[in-house]
Structures are given as structure tokens and as C-alpha cells.
């Protein structure tokens, strides 16, 4: 599975620990920016994980910036996105099973590294159930054709 990450400033401090996890669980990593501390602007981030999970160049994506939801909300205005900010491993595997997230979010203003990577591994394993969850999941489809021309 490819996995697309990328975060700003505010998130870089998890970037190692979500890399960490994901390729110790055999996901292969894009790596979109940042890669420094210095100040950035986060929808670009955003964008450019969104883009490339909708385009289908990669499987899900991770983003990170200081709370998780600026980064979130830009990617959610690309067609076809579910991005998730998640604060811990029971929202990150909820979010797979309920919502079939294609992105998370995470703050690194708001969670540790180490538990940055144990949320990682809880959406990353975590299955979509289907069944009632689809149907929800097609209602918010039509209001993204609705409103995303």
C-alpha cells in the first residue's frame, strides 16, 4: 500500500514516528513536504496528499500540521476525500471502520510522537465494515457532487 504523507511546521515533530509506523507495517511512504521547521503554509500540504490519494497515485494519506485540522479541512475539498483529525488510536480505527478515512490528521500541537505512531497503526489496520456505513458514505457523496463542480 502507498501511503502519501505531508504536514507543515507545526507537524513536522511527528513526520519520524509516522514514517516509522507505516513502513514497519509494509507501507510504502511518499513523502510530499515539508521537510524542515521553517514556516509554511499548510493547504499546500494539504493539497498536494489530497491530490495524489484522489488521483489514485496513492492508496491513503497522513497529514500533519499543529492541531490536524486546517490541514484536514483543505484536503476535504478535493472530490472523493474523507480526511480525519484523530487524537487517538480508538478515533483512528473508528474513522477506517465507520467512515473508510482515506486521510488522517493529526496535530502535532496535540499528540506525541509516540502516539502519533501508535494512531497510525490503528487506522492503518483497522478494516471498513461496509453495510450501514455505505449508505452513509453515499449520502455524503451526493452532497460532495452537489457542491464540488
Given amino acids: 500500500m502507498k501511503i502519501a504523507i505531508g504536514c ?6 511527528l513526520k519520524p514516528a509516522v514514517i516509522k509506523a507505516l513502513t514497519e507495517l509494509g507501507a510504502e511512504v511518499v513523502d510530499l513536504g515539508t521537510y524542515d521547521e521553517s514556516s509554511v503554509d499548510y493547504p499546500v500540504y494539504g493539497l498536494k496528499v489530497a491530490e495524489a490519494v484522489a488521483s489514485g497515485d496513492c492508496d491513503a494519506g497522513v497529514l500533519m500540521c499543529g492541531t490536524g485540522i486546517g490541514i ?3 484536503a476535504n475539498k478535493v472530490k472523493g476525500i474523507r480526511a480525519a ?7 483512528a480505527e473508528m474513522t477506517k471502520r465507520h467512515n473508510n478515512a482515506n486521510i488522517i490528521a493529526l496535530g502535532g500541537r496535540v499528540v506525541t510522537p509516540e502516539q502519533a505512531e501508535s494512531i497510525v497503526k490503528a487506522w492503518f489496520t483497522a478494516e471498513y465494515e461496509g453495510g450501514r456505513h455505505q449508505r452513509r458514505l453515499d449520502m455524503i457523496a451526493d452532497i460532495e457532487s452537489k457542491y464540488c463542480k
Avoid: A, L, P
Fill in 8 to 13: 507543515d511546521h507545526g507537524g513536522i515533530v
Fill in 72 to 74: 484536514s479541512i483543505s
Fill in 85 to 91: 483529525v484523530v487524537t487517538n488510536e480508538f478515533m
